[in-house]
């Protein structure tokens, strides 16, 4: 069964029943591999159906814990048989990557790029213009299955292909299409960079709370127990942030007192400037690299 939600199709039956039925080769072998691999593992997917590749050993031994034994130094030995290559290497290597990967890589294979501000028409030129290409913008919390991620696809790709993007996605989090390439850049200042907002915050507040007496602990605790609950009440529900907002400020009282200081410092505005920053920067990294 496939249920379109927001313009997204999810799956209503387990991650392993669709990612079972092909294999994934993953060229690179760092943070975002092994969360990803991490993620399909713990949804039932064999381990047998994963592969990776990566040209130092440090990695992959991280990867043989996880109980993989299809691994190389060479990308190629891994992307020529597989049915899906996320390219999972820095940004700046992509353009060799793609073109040491062209002459493997065939037209019923499905490529994933992770790497941020890389064009998915360079990276079809670059690999050969054969296969399917889908770029996707992930984040950290993808380490612990609670990332949100957003995928982007060449006209050319298959609505079979769509779906495999998303459900490897998937296995770490949530998953949103986007039908404007561009909008990729709009995904990295709200999702992509965003964990590290809300990091700077709570670092922050925990500071903050040891000044006024807590152990860092207790104030490490409970800004982050804050933080998921703030998140499910907003991701859970059908109220706009705006609205929980108000329901939490009693007239006169301590949280109305707070966010009055927010407001007054131009709260708004600094979230503005960061995440218009964040857009742009993205913009021009696209540009250098493609």
């Known amino acids: 069964e496939i249920r379109m939600v927001t313009g997204v199709q999810t799956?209503?039956?387990?991650?392993?029943?669709?990612?079972?039925?092909?294999?994934?080769?993953?060229?690179?072998?760092?943070?975002?591999?092994?969360?990803?691999?991490?993620?399909?593992?713990?949804s039932g997917v064999d381990v047998e159906s994963i592969s990776a590749s990566n040209p130092s050993e440090g990695p992959l031994d991280e990867l043989r814990k996880l109980g993989l034994g299809h691994l190389s130094q060479n990308n190629l030995s891994v992307a020529e048989t597989a049915d899906v290559v996320v390219l999972a290497v820095k940004p700046q290597l992509m353009q060799r990557v793609c073109e040491e990967l062209a002459p493997v890589i065939s037209k019923e294979q499905l490529v994933v790029s992770v790497a941020a501000g890389v064009a998915a028409d360079s990276l079809h030129r670059?690999?050969?213009?054969?296969?399917?290409?889908v770029r996707c913008m992930p984040n950290t919390p993808s380490q612990v299955g609670a990332g949100a991620s957003g995928l982007f696809a060449r006209a050319s790709v298959s609505t079979a292909n769509?779906?495999?993007?998303?459900?490897?996605?998937?296995?770490?989090?949530?998953?949103?299409?986007?039908?404007?390439?561009?909008l990729l850049h709009a995904v990295t200042a709200v999702a992509g960079s965003a964990p590290a907002y809300f990091f700077q915050f709570m670092e922050a507040m925990i500071a903050e709370a040891q000044s006024m007496g807590l152990d860092e602990e207790t104030a490490r605790t409970l800004c982050a127990q804050t933080c998921i609950g703030a998140g499910r009440m907003l991701a859970?529900?059908?109220?706009?942030?705006?609205?929980?907002?108000?329901?939490?400020?009693?007239?006169?009282?301590?949280?109305?007192?707070?966010?009055?200081?927010?407001?007054?410092?131009?709260?708004?505005?600094?979230?503005?400037?960061?995440?218009?920053?964040c857009y742009a920067r993205s913009e021009e990294m696209g540009r250098e690299l493609s």
């Open 11 to 42: 799956c209503a039956l387990p991650i392993c029943d669709f990612v079972s039925g092909f294999t994934t080769a993953f060229i690179g072998a760092g943070n975002m591999s092994r969360s990803i691999i991490s993620g399909l593992i713990a």
């Open 126 to 133: 670059w690999i050969g213009a054969r296969a399917e290409v």
């Open 162 to 182: 769509r779906q495999r993007a998303e459900d490897v996605m998937r296995a770490v989090g949530l998953v949103r299409w986007v039908e404007d390439e561009s």
């Open 236 to 277: 859970e529900g059908d109220i706009d942030a705006g609205e929980l907002r108000r329901r939490v400020c009693s007239p006169n009282g301590t949280t109305e007192r707070a966010v009055a200081a927010f407001t007054a410092a131009g709260l708004k505005d600094i979230v503005s400037k960061a995440m218009q920053d």
